[in-house]
């Protein structure tokens, strides 16, 4: 998956309840490469245009998890239903990375995703423990946003980046070419602000839906959580893109 739809699902949860790390990296550069273009996407045509990607996403990464555990865990247990539902989103994530075999910021970051989500199987714990240590790859995410942003090198600048070379190298060194602009800069430090604190508030309300649904609801009410944030990230940025634009077009904002 070349992801180019701002909606689909950062930062790949071993028990199916967070959208895989693959998405949680290159939704914030997606987004931001996409609001580089003076109109902006048109989200119906990203859609009608991306349907099949999201529904296969959501096959593996909702619909896949929830059948295997319900079919594993009443002859195991929990902690083994959760596992096994973990396969699928994990399988994509590995295939994902491999298939783009690139050392850059946005792989960097989904291979953390991956072997976070790994060490939290391998820690083992109750099903509950399981389930809050994949929530925290999520806030890991959000809080390298936050950090980055603290010592000056804004992480959706770096995604952004990396994503665009990987399209068209001209376009990345135009886009660096703008890193200095007191505007730029300042629209790529609230970015990076904005969605630290929203991955984090995902987070937070993931964790608190562990305690309060069954397994299985939260196998279904979990990725949701995330692939929501995303969506609601990625159209904010874009308008908030477009709106520093037109308002400070020349500082190169």
Not at 163 to 172: L, N, T
Not at 201 to 220: E, K, R
Not at 235 to 247: N, P
Request: net charge positive; charged share 20%; hydrophobic share 50%.
């Amino acid at each position: 998956m070349e992801p180019d739809l701002p909606v689909r699902s950062d930062m790949t949860a071993m028990d199916g309840n967070q959208p895989p790390s693959e998405e949680r990296a290159s939704t914030a550069s997606t987004a931001t490469k996409k609001a580089s273009d003076a109109n902006g996407p048109r989200i119906p045509g990203v859609l009608r245009a991306h349907g099949g990607g999201a529904l296969a996403l959501v096959a593996v990464n909702v619909a896949a998890p929830l059948l295997i555990y319900d079919r594993v865990a009443p002859y195991a247990s929990d902690t083994v239903g959760l596992i096994a539902a973990g396969v699928p989103p994990l399988a994509w994530s590995v295939v994902e990375f491999a298939c783009r075999r690139r050392l850059d910021a946005v792989s960097m970051l989904v291979l953390a995703g991956i072997v976070l989500s790994l060490a939290a199987v391998l820690l083992g714990g109750s099903p509950r423990l399981l389930q809050l240590r994949e929530n925290l790859v999520t806030a890991l995410v959000g809080l390298s946003f936050l950090v980055s942003a603290a010592i000056g090198r804004p992480l959706v600048f770096e995604l952004a980046r990396a994503w665009m070379r990987r399209s068209s190298e001209r376009e990345a060194v135009a886009f660096e070419a703008k890193r200095d602009a007191p505007g730029f800069r300042r629209t790529m430090m609230v970015m990076t602000l904005v969605w630290g604190a929203g991955l984090l508030a995902s987070a937070a309300i993931a964790c608190w839906l562990v305690f309060v649904l069954s397994i299985h609801d939260d196998l279904i009410a979990g990725p949701f959580v995330g692939y929501a944030t995303m969506a609601l990230l990625a159209l904010w940025t874009m308008r908030y893109a477009r709106r520093r634009r037109g308002k400070r077009p020349e500082d190169g904002s």
